[in-house]
């Protein structure tokens, strides 16, 4: 949550900065602002609400330094106002920060009570005096951060003006991500790579504990205990034009789109076909270690938590392995029993979210091997894994992850497959079958994208009103109902459940009447006809139902008040054309109410507090 990024070289930073928050905004969009060293000391400009009142600010008070730093925020602490946005000022200090401090009631009463005037509700603020603090002893800036950031608990990650150092930022974190970004004659930073990658695909990644001095000609880069660290750059090999929108209206529908292709790239050089089985070196298992596996945990939050609800069914079903999900802040602090013998995959998109971190790093801390699924390239979940392999999707930019939840199914597949061929649990013509559907799964959902789109936009138009609508499937179809709901509540606002369709009976039946719509997922499966009995229930409770039905299947669709067509496929590859009409019918509700698609109110993309 929140976005910072910062730019030391020769060109005017405020383009620059501006430009790196607008890639940043998915993090939070509360109120916006903007530090630059100019001739004389350092200058502030602040605004409530998105960067487009920060812009319109800076168009009357322009900022013509080269050095600089800026914020997108989302509130912790202290509601969204001008006073509460960063950057934080502090005597020649300024500071932007991403995190939480946890100490910093503490800290802010001992600082009043030594005299120091705090004018925010901020955590961020306290750095910023305690900083100043220690420029006030005599100290450098490097130094007085070092010092300063040993009082602090909590996630940080920080970008520090000081105005006697008028050439250089300096950065640190513990927790929250920062990325280093060189190139000729300047160095920037940022929360996220999307922000640099239009000024180089040279990266480097701030690890907890370090602290870098930015410099124009490059950074030095030690531990806060001065230790010196050698770090050399990686080449990020997404290109600036993946995170535009391309023509499309929102980055959520540019993103649904972009699937096939996703799943592509993801599945690209994995799939062996020869000897039907998955190549993937990455893992960092042996075959004698996929042998001994006694239990996979899958770890994750949101989105993500449902891919691993599929991926369980897979594993159970295809490797017979038994497997369970958590909820990664669930598993944090209640002494879950995790130990050797354990593989938890730790799914997540950003890999960053700070429960599914946690929870891992508790799970690795108690001997089991930690396996990370992400898609940012060197984020700090995969950093502290065994071992990761990576989901192949380009940046995701909508807060509404659609084109990373599908590659997550992707890799929980291919993973269950693997593990499959290791145990011995899967033949050779079932896991034939299963790399050639996933082979063609990517043509699969583009021969069908348009076509749905315009179906569920007409169906939209009947249900747009809505206040509550159920989703049910059974097996690998209930996380898909699951995800179908998340996805209508974050961006439309609409009230919405996902349920096993078989426990419609068990109590959300009294919820149905003739206002609510209940979309049922009924590919032809093994529970194809249990699910159409629960469908019947909710007919006769005057429900109407939304149908996604397998194309051709009149017995199905003569049910349905409405249906979606989606592709016959192999019942284990059916969340993969499920979800696409889902996700196409939360983002026409949400675009028929006109809310803001792809920064829907109070979400971050990124969830770095706990
Ligand atoms: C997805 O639409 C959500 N914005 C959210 O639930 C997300 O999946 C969750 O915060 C986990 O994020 P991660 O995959 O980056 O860990």
Request: a negative charge; hydrophobic letters at 40%; proline letters at 4%.
């Amino acid at each position: 949550m929140c976005g910072i990024v910062g730019h030391v070289g020769a060109e005017k930073a405020t383009p620059i900065l501006l430009d790196g928050l607008r890639r940043l905004e998915y993090r939070g969009y509360d109120s916006a602002g903007l530090a630059v060293h100019a001739s004389d000391g350092i200058e502030i400009v602040r605004a409530v609400g998105k960067l487009r009142n920060l812009e319109k600010a800076l168009s009357e008070k322009g900022l013509l330094g080269t050095v600089g730093i800026g914020h997108t925020r989302w509130a912790t602490h202290g509601r969204p106002s001008e006073v509460n946005a960063h950057p934080h000022i502090a005597g020649p200090i300024a500071v932007v920060h991403n995190g939480i401090i946890e100490n910093h009631l503490e800290l802010r009463a001992e600082l009043e009570a030594s005299g120091f005037t705090i004018a925010s509700d901020t955590d961020t603020e306290i750095i910023a005096h305690l900083i100043h603090r220690e420029t006030q002893a005599g100290h450098d800036m490097v130094t007085a951060i070092r010092h300063s950031l040993g009082h602090v608990e909590g996630a940080y990650a920080i970008a520090v003006l000081s105005e006697r150092e008028p050439n250089r930022i300096v950065v640190a974190k513990s927790a929250s991500p920062l990325v280093i970004g060189v190139s000729n004659g300047a160095t920037y930073c940022a929360s996220d790579i999307p922000a640099l990658l239009p000024y180089t695909n040279e990266m480097v990644f701030l690890e907890d504990s370090e602290i870098a001095v930015l410099e124009a000609e490059g950074f030095t880069l030690t531990k806060l205990d001065g230790t010196p660290v050698s770090r050399r750059s990686r080449k990020i090999s997404w290109s600036p034009v993946m995170a535009e929108k391309d023509g499309y209206k929102h980055f959520m529908l540019k993103e649904i789109f972009e699937q096939p292709r996703a799943l592509e790239d993801t599945l690209r050089g994995r799939l062996d076909r020869e000897n039907a089985d998955i190549f993937t070196p990455e893992i960092g298992l042996s075959e004698d270690d996929a042998k001994r596996i006694d239990r996979v945990i899958l770890l994750a939050c949101g989105t993500s938590h449902h891919a691993t609800i599929a991926g369980r069914y897979w594993l159970e079903e295809l490797a017979k392995v038994p497997a369970i999900t958590e909820l990664a802040s669930e598993f944090r602090g209640r002494d879950a029993v995790v130990g050797e013998g354990d593989l938890v995959i730790a799914v997540s998109q950003s890999g960053e979210t700070i429960d599914t971190l946690m929870a891992a790093k508790e799970a690795k801390e108690r001997g089991a091997k930690v396996l990370a699924i992400a898609n940012v390239n060197g984020s700090a979940i995969p950093r502290m894994a065994d071992a990761s392999f990576y989901t192949h999707a380009g940046p995701e930019i909508g807060v509404a992850s659609t084109k990373c939840f599908m590659t997550q199914l992707a890799n929980l597949l291919m993973f269950s497959i693997w593990l499959g061929r290791r145990r011995g649990t899967i033949d050779d013509a079932q896991a034939a079958e299963l790399v050639e559907g996933l082979a063609r799964i990517p043509h699969v959902i583009a021969e069908r994208l348009r076509e749905t789109h315009l179906m569920v936009t007409d169906i939209v138009r009947d249900f747009s009103e809505a206040r509550d609508v159920l989703f049910l499937g059974r097996g690998l179809s209930f996380p898909m109902a699951l995800e179908g709901a998340l996805k209508l509540k974050e961006i439309s606002y609409v009230h919405a459940e996902g349920y096993a369709a078989g426990e419609m009976k068990h109590g959300p039946i009294a919820l149905l009447d003739a206002h609510v719509p209940v979309v049922v997922l009924m590919p032809q499966d093994r529970h194809y006809d249990r699910v159409s009995s629960n469908m019947q229930e909710a007919r006769a409770r005057e429900a109407k139902i939304i149908g996604v039905t397998t194309a051709g299947d009149t017995q199905a669709q003569s049910l349905c008040d409405r249906f979606v067509e989606v592709a016959p496929t192999h019942e284990a590859l059916s969340p993969f054309v499920t979800v696409v009409p889902l996700q196409l019918y939360a983002y026409c509700v949400a675009d028929h109410k006109g809310t803001d698609v792809d920064q829907p109110r109070n979400l971050a993309k990124t969830v770095t507090v706990e």
